[in-house]
């Protein structure tokens, strides 16, 4: 298999993961927040989708999904807000109405992940995307920290409706 099968199944895996997840959730398991200040799975799913959105857009120079999407979501935040570093009642305010819509939307952003890894090779992987860092960040390390960060997510979220 080469690299660009390996991420290919890797992010399949999410996707996987991510229905699997999301199916059979009410209103009240989506935004239970264990312990009252834990993140509910209905933050947890978006802020994953998010976070691919935003950087699998960041490496492909394309549109974020996020921009056709906000909308069904109710949601006007500009396409920069992640959920990275949220408060509790930025937590709070993200109300998902329809678990099949976070589905959908994570469908349109694997579509966008495809497209994209579709173009990669050994010269994309090496790119540098991130000069902020010491070594700068490649392309393929900011793949790996995606699929790294989207897997956390999803454990997070399956543990938060083991708990329910």
């Known amino acids: 298999m080469d690299v660009r099968g390996l991420l290919t199944e890797g992010f399949g895996r999410i996707t996987e993961l991510y229905a699997h997840v999301a199916e059979d959730l009410g209103q009240d398991q989506l935004h239970h927040r264990p312990g009252g200040t834990g993140n509910p799975i209905g933050w947890l799913l978006w802020h994953l989708a998010r976070v691919q959105d935003h950087h699998i857009s960041g490496l492909s120079g394309e549109p974020q999904a996020w ?22 009642e930025q937590v709070d305010a993200i109300r998902i109405a329809d678990p099949q819509l976070l589905v959908d939307y994570h469908h349109e952003v694997t579509l966008a ?14 790119r540098e995307v991130d000069q902020n860092w010491d070594p700068p960040v490649t392309a393929g390390v900011r793949l790996v920290r995606i699929q790294g960060d989207c897997l956390q997510h999803l454990g997070q979220a399956a543990y938060v409706k083991g708990l329910l």
């Open 67 to 88: 921009a056709q999407w906000q909308h069904r979501f109710g949601m006007d935040n500009d396409t920069d807000d992640i959920g990275y570093g949220h408060t509790s």
């Open 113 to 126: 992940t495809a497209r994209y890894l579709e173009t990669v090779d050994e010269k994309e992987l090496e």
